[in-house]
Structure formats: structure tokens, C-alpha cells
């Protein structure tokens, strides 16, 4: 085995003892792997070992391995900011995008998403801590940007996903999360389409779990470090 497939293994593993710890059903947690800043031949591994889902944050990084690697069934997903001139490409390329904090972009990638393709799966991206992150929308803004993706053709609303900042106890880290899970539960009440929570990366997937998180995103903890250069 080499050291990737040890780490997928011992991953899974957690994943299924924080299930049990938390009373989470057995496989409601989905592990995204963040491959950005890590090289192609990572992610054919990683693939081989029964990952699917693979997470980028940078266009032209991701168009590069998405089309090196188009001979494997990968979902790719779209986890970083969004300039509008990159919407194209992302809508043309990718399976889902996580990152989705303004009504533009969403329109955009909407319009921009062929027809013959299935919808392009949709999370809102919320702030939960305003000072660290200028990326993602204020909690209670969510509602309004999910009401119009909804009305939005080519684009199926999936969930919503947070960054917080990072905090390194486990108490401090469930309020936050705690926070975006209600938000989620009264908005699915609405929106039978949703389905995901993304939260939780290397450093507090335990205490996403905790709070309900159906959707991980591991990068370090699964490949390392990341290149400096991307
Ligand atoms: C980089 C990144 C991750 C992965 O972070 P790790 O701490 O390496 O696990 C997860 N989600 C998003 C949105 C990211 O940008």
C-alpha cells in the first residue's frame, strides 16, 4: 500500500468512528478530497483508491488535471473564489461549485451551463466569521441567494458551505457549525434539492461531524503540504 491509500484508509476509518461517536448515520458523511496545489498523479492515486469527489480552487489550475485525468469518472468540484470571466469554464467544466456567495455569479453560471449537460450542483457559500474570510455571504443572507438559484434553470441548489476561521477547540469550533446546520435544516424545509453541508477541513472535520456535516473537504491531511507554486 503506499502512503496515500494508507491515509484514505485510516480517514475513512475516523469518518466511521466520529459517525458512531455523534449518532450520524452510517456513510452521511461524503469525503471531498482537496486536491489543489497537488500534483495530477496524486489525485490517479488517490482515484484508484475509490476516491471520486475531488475539490480545486483555481481555474486553470483544475482545466489542466480535469482534462489530463478526463479518462477516469471523477466528480470535479469548484471550491474557490469566483471572478466572473472565469464562469465560462467553470460552468463548461466542472460538476459542482461550492463557492457560490452572489446572485451575478450564480445567474452567470446558469446561463453559462450548456443544456445538454445535467445542472450544475450549487452551494451557497456562507461567512460565519466576518473578520477572517471575504469570501462567502452573512448567515442571514442565505435564504434570499438560495430563493434565486432555485428559480434558475441549469442550476440544481444542493447546500450550503462554510469556511470558518480556524479555531483550534473542538467547542469553539461546533458553535460556528452549529449555526450554519440550523440555517440548513430550515432552508431544506423549503428546498427538497438540498441535501449537502459542506463543512469541516483537516483541522475541524471532527467537530463537523458533530454538528451534521454530510460533506468533508480533506486536503492536507490526506496529500501533505501543498506546492507553494500552483
Ligand atoms: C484548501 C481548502 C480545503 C482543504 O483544506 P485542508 O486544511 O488542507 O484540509 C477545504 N475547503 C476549501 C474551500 C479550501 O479552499
Redesign the pocket.
Known amino acids: 500500500m503506499t502512503v496515500l491509500t494508507e491515509k484514505i484508509t485510516a480517514l475513512k476509518r475516523q469518518i466511521r468512528t466520529l459517525e458512531e461517536r455523534y449518532d450520524r448515520p452510517r456513510d452521511s458523511v461524503r469525503l471531498l478530497a482537496?486536491s489543489?496545489k497537488q500534483a495530477p498523479e496524486k489525485i490517479r492515486r488517490a482515484a484508484a483508491a475509490g476516491i471520486k469527489d475531488f475539490?480545486e480552487?483555481y481555474f486553470q489550475e483544475a482545466l489542466e488535471k480535469i482534462e489530463g485525468l478526463s479518462d477516469l469518472a471523477l466528480s470535479w468540484h469548484f471550491?474557490?473564489p469566483i471572478q466572473s470571466n472565469k464562469t465560462r469554464g467553470i460552468a463548461e467544466h466542472f460538476d459542482w461549485v461550492?463557492?457560490v456567495d452572489r446572485e451575478k455569479i450564480a445567474r452567470r453560471l446558469s446561463a453559462q451551463r450548456s443544456d445538454t449537460m445535467p445542472p450544475l450542483n450549487v452551494c451557497v457559500q456562507v461567512n460565519l466569521s466576518a473578520e477572517a474570510s471575504k469570501s462567502g455571504l452573512d448567515l442571514q443572507c442565505a435564504a434570499t441567494l438560495c430563493a434565486r438559484i432555485a428559480q434558475l434553470p441549469n442550476l440544481s441548489l444542493r447546500g450550503l458551505?462554510a469556511?470558518p476561521a480556524p479555531l483550534s477547540n473542538l467547542q469553539a469550533q461546533r458553535e460556528g457549525f452549529r449555526r450554519l446546520a440550523k440555517e440548513y435544516q430550515k432552508l431544506r424545509q423549503h428546498y427538497p434539492s438540498m441535501d449537502t453541508l459542506s463543512m469541516g477541513?483537516?483541522?475541524d472535520y471532527a467537530a463537523a461531524i458533530a454538528e451534521g456535516s454530510t460533506l468533508i473537504?480533506?486536503?492536507?491531511?490526506l496529500f501533505g503540504p501543498?506546492s507553494t507554486s500552483a
Open positions: 482537496v489543489k475539490g480552487n471550491i474557490g461550492q463557492s458551505m469556511i477541513m483537516s483541522n473537504r480533506i486536503g492536507t491531511t501543498r
